[in-house]
């Protein structure tokens, strides 16, 4: 009923930007709380930041002032403008969506969202 696709990963050197973005095919019901985590190898997934129903955004601390999230509430887009990139930050990036319609309050855990995109790998070198 709604796919997530994830877009504009790569392989860059540190302190350069990449910007991810995930499209959504749910066009029919408008503020879908949306959200990116990011994985590495061997580590748990992990919440990088969202935007809820009511477009409020949050980060997480390892990226808030590096990382911007932008929300196009209508279209069900949410883009992720990484700068200053770390090779901490290496990891595959996931778009997820609301299994719901609409909630105020960005969800931060993983069973918090029902759809999920097939993840960008993001490696950032020394």
């Known amino acids: 009923e709604v796919q997530l696709v994830e877009s504009g990963g790569g392989s860059v050197q540190a302190g350069v930007s990449l910007r991810l973005s995930c499209t959504s095919s749910w066009l029919t019901r408008p503020y879908i709380p949306m959200a990116w985590f990011r994985q590495a190898p061997g580590k748990e997934r992990e919440w990088v930041g969202g935007s809820d129903s009511g477009n409020n955004k949050a980060y997480a601390d390892s990226v808030k002032g590096r990382f911007t999230l932008s929300k196009d509430n209508f279209k069900n887009t949410l883009d992720l403008q990484m700068n200053s990139l770390r090779p901490e930050d290496t990891a595959v990036y996931y778009c997820?969506?609301?299994?719901?319609?609409?909630?105020?309050?960005?969800?931060?855990?993983?069973?918090?969202?029902?759809?999920w995109g097939q993840g960008t790998q993001v490696t950032v070198s020394s």
């Open positions: 997820a969506a609301y299994s719901a319609g609409e909630r105020i309050g960005v969800g931060t855990r993983v069973d918090d969202y029902g759809h």
